[in-house]
Every structure is written in C-alpha cells, then in structure tokens.
C-alpha cells in the first residue's frame, strides 16, 4: 500500500512528522507492505537564497515579528525536536531555495532512495547548516546515499526533473493541501501535519485493512504445462 508524504526540505515539522510516523510504522505488523512515496512541496517558492541571512532573521522578515519573538519560536521547535530525537540548529541553519533539493529527490526516488535523500538533506539542512541550494553540496550529500555522480551533475546543471516537481506541486493544490507534512494513505485518508504516532497508525491500520480487502493475497491459480524441474525431469 502506498503513503504518498508532501514536504519541504525547510520545513521543521516536516522532520519531526517523518520521525513520528516512522515511530508508528514500526509498530505496524505489515510494514514491509508499505511503499513511502515522498511528494515535492514548497513553502515559500520565491525563497532566494541567503547564507548571510539567519534562518531567524528570515522568519521576523517574513512573519512580521520580531527577532526575539522568532528565537522564541524556534527555540520552541527545536524542544519539540528534541523530544523525538532530532537535534536542530537554527543558529547554523542556510536561508535557502528548495527547488533544486527537490529535483534530486525526484531522481533519488528512480533508485527508491527517495526516503534517504529526505533524511540526508533533513540533517543538513537542520542540523549541520549546510547550504541545501548548493550544487556541490548537493552532489555531496546526493553521493552520500549512493547516487550516482555524474547523474547528480547531470541533474543539477540541467532543468531534469523540473516537471516532476511542479507536478506534485500542483497535485498538491489539487486535493486542497496547504501546508506540509501531509500524508495520503492509500490515496483515501490524510493526516495533516507531524501528528502524534498513534494518529499515523490508526491511519495505516484503517486504510490497510481497505486496501487489503481490494488487493487479497492468495496462492496463484496454476494452469499447468510443460515444466523441468530442478531434478533434471522435463515434461
């Protein structure tokens, strides 16, 4: 069964909802039966990149508020992250586009490393302060997961993958998703934002068991015919 993820590299509680559902995932008895789709999204596609600029400074630009107002909130994530194991760093964390990151998931998913590539760029973007817009960066944590060099440069020096993105981009517009983690189940039930673990797995109970109901496992029916075995019999 597939769960379809939207996110932004940028997005913090994009981080903290991959931990809890993963937390719910592996308390799920058929997990091995779960396909993680993950789908491009972007808060703020306008978003110029910046090194110069503190993530906290962006947020007071962008929300009007004040810088110390913007610490505070941030402070107050990074408790939440804290509680499920992610150690973030806003002090060090690059005001950055995300357009490109996407694209290279969109090739990363072709290998199915789509999941690994969202974890790597996760930590660098939030606690390692690397610039998620580089290209060498990227070719860096692109190689990181096993993807191929040269394809990675091929992506990131050409538009490749630009449709991708902006199809699930506006998939997303489509059935009505304004910010982001948001997770399809099943392409029937949606959890919006980084839910508690018990949330995510009530989701994949209840549309597993729908899913199971229209997709029933069995034995294979056998028409017979001419076979050999491995003891050497042809008939």
């Known amino acids: 069964m597939k769960v379809e993820i939207w996110s932004d590299v940028m997005c913090p509680f994009c981080y903290i909802g991959k931990r809890k559902f993963e937390a ?22 306008s978003q110029v990149t910046d090194p110069d600029k503190s993530v906290t400074e962006y947020l007071a630009e962008v929300k009007g508020w004040t810088l110390g ?64 817009a580089d290209h060498e960066t990227l070719l860096q944590l692109g190689t990181d997961i096993g993807l191929p060099a040269e394809e990675v440069r091929q992506v990131l020096t050409s538009s490749a993958y630009t449709t991708e993105v902006k199809r699930d981009i506006q998939e997303a517009r489509q059935i009505g998703v304004t ?27 209840k549309s ?11 034995e294979p029916v056998t028409i017979d015919g001419p076979v050999c075995t491995p003891d050497g019999d042809c008939a």
């Open 69 to 132: 107002y913007a610490r505070q909130m941030n402070d107050y994530v990074t408790n939440m992250a804290k509680e499920v194991g992610l150690d973030y760093d806003f002090d060090k964390a690059v005001v950055a586009n995300s357009f490109d990151a996407h694209r290279l998931v969109q090739l990363a998913k072709k290998y199915d490393q789509g999941d690994a590539l969202e974890e790597r760029l996760f930590k660098a973007y939030f606690t390692e302060g690397l610039n998620t």
């Open 24 to 45: 719910a995932l592996a308390q799920f008895p058929q997990k091995d039966s779960i396909e993680i789709v993950w789908k491009s999204f972007q808060l703020n596609p």
């Open 208 to 218: 597993f068991g729908e899913w199971q109901a229209a997709n029933p496992a069995g």
């Open 179 to 205: 910010g982001v983690p948001f997770f399809v189940f099943n392409q029937k039930y949606a959890v919006s934002g980084a839910q508690a673990p018990e949330t995510f797995l009530g989701a994949l109970h």
